[in-house]
């Protein structure tokens, strides 16, 4: 378990609170689909995914983005359960959908360099090291099952 200090817990938040889940969600799945294409087998029910247009203008993974945000949202509000609250997520992944677990990594990657574009100088190397050790500690706990 991650043990969080005062000063970490008010930096995710204040990250955090400057994040429009549903502007954030939509550009998410756009970067980690340009970025990282091989992902895409993993959203053959999305429709038309193999352009930057269409994958721009997907309304199921501006969804699906909304969703993992949400779920973020959920973790940063209850920072010292992160195995707990994403147990089910994490074996969902696992046994259902069989992700790669280094793509929660990738993920992550892609939700830091995001919300880094939308906050600018507001993510300085103190605010990005925080943000990227609450990310790690949710990688790891959507890994749990995988273990």
Not at 3 to 18: L, Q, S
Not at 42 to 64: E, R, S, V
């Amino acid at each position: 378990m991650v043990k969080w200090t005062e000063e970490e817990r008010r930096i995710i938040r204040g990250v955090w609170e400057k994040v429009d889940i549903n502007e954030v969600g939509a550009q998410l799945w756009a970067r980690a689909l340009i970025v990282y294409p091989w992902i895409e087998r993993y959203f053959g029910n999305f429709g038309d995914i193999f352009t930057t247009t269409a994958i721009l203008n997907n309304p199921k993974l501006a969804a699906l983005g909304k969703v993992v945000l949400s779920a973020l949202d959920t973790a940063v509000e209850n920072m010292d359960n992160f195995k707990g609250i994403y147990a089910s997520l994490s074996r969902q992944h696992y046994e259902n959908i069989k992700v790669d677990p280094d793509n929660f990594r990738l993920l992550a990657e892609c939700i830091t360099i995001t919300i880094a574009c939308k906050l600018k100088a507001e993510l300085s190397p103190q605010v990005q090291a925080t943000w990227q050790k609450f990310l790690s500690a949710v990688v790891e706990a959507m890994n749990s099952q995988y273990k």
